[in-house]
């Protein structure tokens, strides 16, 4: 192993007890030398991949967030033009993208206003992008008459993408439904909220 694949594998380790600890008992709650005793690091060797806990906290955040941009766009794509099916694909995916990383998805939604600027008004960006996503695929909908015309798109919006993006809050595996089932039954819920014009009828979510 290189150094370069050693250091990557040792902060992939100090970021995965962070997001450990900053599920159960939150960001503030959450100090560094809670972070070096759970790895039985010194401070120091923390600092060697995260100059500061805020820039730990940034690390999670801004990859969870990117990825959720990826999953919708992604997601958008793989349906083609009918704007039902591409409503059903996102909130599939960020669905069982939500429920499948459900503490790094948490802490995301719970704890990204403790970041300082800049990196603060990064992950605002990020989520007004996949709001305007989510936002533009539903005028699409109500554009052909796919969907019902709402008095207040940009709000609907919002209240679909809290569904999806906060079930890490609730859901816990082995429950009742496996995160594919949790994932269809939100994309037929989704459709429902929209006003979908046609009967709905959604595919089996298949994890890529």
Same mark, same amino acid.
Request: aromatic content about 8%; cysteine-free; glycine content about 6%.
């Given at each position: 192993?290189?150094?370069?694949?050693?250091?990557?594998?040792?902060? !992939?380790?100090?970021?995965?007890?962070?997001?450990?600890?900053?599920?159960?008992?939150?960001?503030?709650?959450? %100090?560094?030398?809670?972070?070096?005793?759970?790895?039985?690091?010194?401070?120091?060797?923390?600092?060697?991949?995260?100059?500061?806990?805020?820039?730990?906290?940034? %690390?999670? #955040?801004?990859?969870?967030? @990117?990825?959720?941009?990826?999953?919708?766009? !992604?997601?958008?794509?793989?349906?083609?033009?009918? *704007?039902?099916?591409?409503?059903?694909?996102?909130?599939?995916?960020?669905?069982?993208?939500?429920?499948?990383?459900?503490?790094?998805? @948490?802490?995301?939604?719970?704890?990204?206003?403790?970041?300082?600027? *800049?990196?603060?008004?990064?992950?605002?960006?990020?989520?007004?992008?996949?709001?305007?996503?989510?936002?533009?695929?539903?005028?699409?909908?109500?554009?052909?008459?796919?969907?019902?015309?709402?008095?207040?798109?940009?709000?609907?919006?919002?209240?679909?993408?809290?569904?999806?993006?906060? #079930?890490?809050?609730?859901?816990?595996?082995?429950?009742?439904? %496996? #995160?594919?089932?949790?994932? !269809?039954?939100?994309?037929?819920?989704?459709?429902?909220?929209?006003?979908?014009?046609?009967?709905?009828?959604?595919?089996?979510?298949?994890?890529?």
């Amino acid at each position: 192993m290189g150094n370069s694949t050693a250091r990557t594998a040792a902060a !992939d380790r100090v970021r995965a007890a962070a997001v450990d600890l900053f599920f159960e008992q939150g960001y503030d709650r959450t %100090s560094v030398r809670h972070i070096t005793a759970a790895l039985r690091l010194t401070s120091g060797a923390l600092y060697n991949h995260f100059r500061s806990k805020e820039e730990l906290l940034y %690390s999670i #955040v801004s990859r969870t967030h @990117s990825e959720a941009e990826r999953v919708t766009a !992604d997601a958008i794509l793989r349906a083609g033009g009918d *704007p039902a099916r591409q409503l059903a694909e996102v909130a599939q995916a960020l669905t069982a993208f939500s429920a499948t990383y459900r503490k790094e998805t @948490s802490i995301s939604h719970a704890e990204w206003r403790n970041l300082p600027e *800049p990196q603060a008004a990064e992950i605002r960006s990020s989520r007004l992008r996949l709001g305007h996503l989510v936002e533009r695929l539903l005028e699409r909908g109500i554009r052909t008459g796919v969907f019902r015309p709402t008095a207040d798109n940009a709000l609907l919006a919002k209240v679909l993408l809290s569904t999806w993006t906060e #079930v890490g809050r609730w859901y816990h595996p082995g429950g009742h439904l %496996s #995160v594919p089932d949790l994932a !269809d039954e939100f994309a037929v819920l989704a459709l429902r909220t929209a006003g979908a014009a046609a009967p709905i009828s959604v595919e089996r979510f298949a994890p890529a």
